[in-house]
């Protein structure tokens, strides 16, 4: 059997646990709020109480912020892309973002701003929104050319 260290006090003392995880997050006003994550299995040191996360708790935390804060969710930022017919590259391109940070919402590895967030619900709630985005981009592209 592998015993785990903990990377803190170097002791073979990391425990498995299962529970509701209760931690806290920062709003858009940078206020602070209890943020709790039913079923979520994390390690934890039972020397020197170190708390190990692993990029699946660490997910689980984020959906669960995101959703506190009112902010759409990968899935359905996803959706959007889907339903317009775009690649992750034209979908950034139309935004006006970047390729990398677009990706990341959609992976749920970074979670968009309040701004974004209202921005992406403009374009879902009204394909008037998406037309109007689209004759921006493309007078922009104009202009940049020279043309007019």
Known sequence: MN?????ECKEMS???KSAEYETTYLDSNDESHP?????LTWLACSNCGEI??????????EDARRAAMGLLNPNEIRG????????????????GIGEKTYCRWESGSYVQSEA???YLRLLIVSPTN???????????????????
Do not use: H
């Open 80 to 95: 959007l892309r889907t339903e317009l017919r775009k690649t992750q590259k034209a979908m950034s391109a139309f935004l």
């Open 14 to 16: 990391l425990i498995e």
């Open 116 to 118: 974004f967030d209202r």
């Open 3 to 7: 015993e785990l260290i903990c990377p």
């Open 35 to 39: 943020l709790k994550v039913p079923g």
């Open 52 to 61: 190990i996360l692993d990029d699946r708790a660490m997910s689980a935390i």
């Open 130 to 148: 998406v037309n109007l985005l689209e004759q921006i981009a493309c007078a922009k592209m104009g202009s940049s050319t020279g043309e007019n």
